[in-house]
């Protein structure tokens, strides 16, 4: 029997992003191997990749498209059934309300450019209401936006040159396990690694320092440094003169940040925070790497805002080894995800109703008139659990007419559908993929056929359109009829770029053209003045914020809300968000939601290891188990986020429904809770 082996790439919602090689035997997959020419990912998939045949050949994979019945179950029925029943609503809903009464939701389960095709069925349908913002990191890539002028960093690989590496609130270890291999061979020519978690964190286990502010006020500390570093003339005068706007007063407005309002502000002893900023100081180069779970707060944007100073008064920018290593967007030569508003390029106006926040999901939903929301369609996202708020997401479903979820599991959200779509795997239709940290485009090839029943997104949409009674003339160059309409059309999109060719993607992954190896190293700032604005009079026109780094306090505080705790819900390593949890592979590694608590919280409630406990507040609670950590500091619940409610998870049922202070992101970290024993 013959083996074919084909390269492919993994398209999560991941920094990795890995290449990979698919065995294929008689039209199934039977294994994998590395791909060694991605230089950021050549030691291959992690265990989520490796449990994509299970995956793939779940089980409990949604196989066919599903109807619920009155009693609440699914029931088997056809496609032209489906088709039709879904075709009838929605014009329908069109013809009574217009076609603002149907909400078109897709979130990030899977990436590439092929979901464009899926807003080119709603511009033909005549537009929809869609949302606005996003779950992830909006908040840190608007703030070095304003900053740098545009979300580059240095390639991956350029880690090893760095003296000095801060893992500023991310966990690395879990969520980006091949940058801790460059990391370690850093580490093994000398370099530092300081971790700056409220948890002690698998990646804080290789660090040489951990420092554990309270949630929310990494910002305080970021100015608290600042001020010292300028105090110590440990800055670089040089860098700043040629290439800083707003360092005088930057100077100016850090007057309050001495030692011990930071150590107060923070909880962080004055001894560590000199520590830390004499390391920054002192070692060159430093690459400070921020995480996404520190700026989802409702100061996120500014906190990153702060800490990118430290890189910008030390001149850690545009050198080898010296780096912001936010986001790396130089791949995505083919997506538009630079500006928080740019996706739907009518903006506001009358195809696209863009008034539904991803971060306010339910609440808006519920909120909309002119025309209610009378259909719910949703595609590559699990809003039911991942989004804030489950309890008014849950709602604004019941409250819609008719909702359609294409999946491929049975998650939280596709149990609210009236009729489920099966979904491809990421091994079933080809795309372009490129990456928010290596620099790479990639081919995510088609490897097998899809099980004979699913069908594509493009090729839902294509049946779809004509059940609507679209011709074939009409849809065309609008919506691909078939895989190889589809193939196609990506090759037309590659030749906008003469340095790629199918051939060359076939083969494995392509350097993006026109990538800085090195971000920033012509210092050019594609700002407004073309400088570094440490002082932005654009940040503060478009979110009200101060114009400068500025620290403020999460909006939820102990002290000041009737809950005491901090709930933080960060990313595991098993699992995507809310994918992957449903696989044995994954399950006995990391069988169910747990709450990791430290003991001295827990003694004051006489609470104790293994007790069952409720986390709630004001907008809902949770049962699951708890356990002791002494790793973290006290005054926080940690569970992560994704568990199914169906496998007693929920967090978002405790988040608020809250915008960070720019960039449309989400505040979900910045939402107190209290505990309780139960049992
Ligand atoms: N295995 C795995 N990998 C993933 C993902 C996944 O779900 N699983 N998701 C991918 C996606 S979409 C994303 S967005 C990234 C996220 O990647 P990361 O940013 O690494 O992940 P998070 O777990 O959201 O947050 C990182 C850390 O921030 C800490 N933190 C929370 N609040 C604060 C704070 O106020 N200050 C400081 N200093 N730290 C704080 C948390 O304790 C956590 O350890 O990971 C990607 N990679
Ligand atoms: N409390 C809390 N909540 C969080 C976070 C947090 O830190 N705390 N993190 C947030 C972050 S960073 C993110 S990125 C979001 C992620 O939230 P979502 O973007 O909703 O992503 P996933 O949970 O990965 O779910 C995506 C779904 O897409 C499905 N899917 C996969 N591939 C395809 C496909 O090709 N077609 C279709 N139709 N479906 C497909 C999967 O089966 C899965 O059920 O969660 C956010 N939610
Ligand atoms: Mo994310």
Not at 56 to 67: H, S
Request: charged residues 25%; proline residues 6%.
């Amino acid at each position: 029997m013959a083996i074919r082996r084909i390269n492919t790439v993994c398209p999560r919602n991941c920094y990795s992003t890995c290449s990979f090689r698919v065995q294929v035997e008689d039209g199934r997959i039977t294994g994998y191997s590395t791909q060694p020419a991605n230089r950021a990912t050549p030691e291959g998939m992690c265990l989520k990749g490796q449990s994509y045949i299970e995956r793939v050949y779940a089980r409990d994979r949604i196989l066919y498209p599903l109807r619920k019945e009155t009693s609440g179950t699914f029931k088997r029925i056809s496609w032209p059934e489906a088709l039709r029943e879904i075709a009838g609503k929605m014009m329908l809903y069109k013809k009574q309300y217009g076609p603002h009464s149907i909400f078109f939701y897709s979130s990030s389960g899977s990436s590439g450019v092929v979901n464009d095709f899926s807003l080119a069925f709603w511009r033909l349908f005549g537009g929809a209401t869609v949302s606005y913002g996003n779950l992830c990191w909006p908040a840190g890539l608007e703030a070095t936006r304003m900053t740098l002028g545009d979300n580059r960093h240095n390639v991956p690989w350029d880690l090893e040159n760095a003296r000095l590496i801060l893992l500023w609130g991310k966990n690395a270890a879990e969520t980006n396990v091949h940058e801790m291999i460059f990391i370690r061979k850093a580490q093994e020519q000398g370099a530092r690694l300081v971790v700056i978690d409220p948890r002690r964190t698998p990646t804080a286990e290789k660090a040489d320092l951990l420092i554990q502010p309270k949630p929310g006020t990494d910002g305080a500390l970021a100015l608290g440094i600042a001020r010292f570093l300028i105090k110590k003339d440990m800055v670089d005068h040089d860098f700043i003169r040629d290439h800083v706007k707003g360092y005088d007063s930057f100077t100016r407005s850090l007057g309050s940040y001495d030692m011990d309002t930071v150590s107060r502000i923070t909880g962080v002893p004055v001894s560590y925070i000199e520590k830390l900023a004499g390391m920054i100081g002192g070692i060159q180069p430093m690459t400070l790497i921020p995480g996404y779970g520190m700026q989802r707060y409702t100061n996120g944007g500014q906190t990153i805002r702060c800490l990118l100073s430290l890189s910008v008064i030390t001149g850690n920018i545009g050198k080898p080894g010296a780096c912001w290593h936010y986001a790396n967007l130089q791949s995505y030569v083919f997506d538009k995800v630079k500006e928080p508003l740019s996706y739907y390029p009518e903006g506001n106006h009358s195809l696209f109703r863009q008034t539904v926040s991803k971060a306010r999901l339910g609440i808006d939903l519920l909120q909309q008139k002119d025309p209610e929301i009378k259909m719910i369609w949703v595609e590559r996202g699990n809003p039911v659990t991942q989004n804030p708020d489950t309890n008014s997401n849950l709602k604004a479903f019941e409250k819609a007419d008719f909702r359609v979820v294409v999946e491929q599991f049975m998650t939280d959200t596709a149990r609210e559908a009236d009729i489920i779509l099966p979904a491809k795997s990421l091994f079933e239709q080809a795309d372009l993929v490129g990456s928010y940290w290596n620099p790479y485009i990639q081919l995510k090839q088609k490897v097998i056929e899809p099980p004979e029943e699913i069908k594509p997104e493009t090729e839902i949409y294509y049946l779809l359109a004509k059940e609507l009674g679209y011709s074939d003339k009409e849809l065309e160059g609008i919506l691909p009829r078939n895989n190889e309409a589809l193939e196609n059309w990506l090759k037309e999109r590659i030749k906008s770029y003469p340095e790629l060719s199918w051939d060359q993607l076939i083969e494995g992954p392509v350097i993006a053209p026109g990538i800085q190896e090195i971000a920033f190293s012509d210092k050019h700032f594609p700002t407004a003045s073309g400088k570094i604005e440490l002082y932005s009079d654009e940040i503060a026109r478009r979110w009200g914020v101060d114009p400068l780094p500025s620290f403020t306090l999460p909006k939820e505080i102990p002290g000041k809300s009737r809950y005491p705790l901090y709930l933080l819900t960060p990313n595991t390593k098993n699992r995507i968000h809310s994918q992957f949890g449903n696989l044995d592979i994954i399950r006995q590694l990391d069988p169910g939601p747990v709450a990791e608590i430290n003991p001295e919280d827990a003694a004051k409630r006489g609470i104790r290891e293994g007790d069952t406990i409720r986390i709630y507040n004001d907008r809902g609670e949770l049962r699951v188990k708890c356990r002791y950590n002494y790793g973290q500091i006290p005054g926080c619940v940690v569970i992560p986020n994704g568990y199914w409610i169906s496998e007693g998870g929920g967090v978002n049922f405790l988040s608020a429904p809250r915008e960070t202070d720019m960039g449309h992101g989400t505040a979900f970290h910045d939402n107190l809770v209290e505990i309780e024993h139960i049992s």
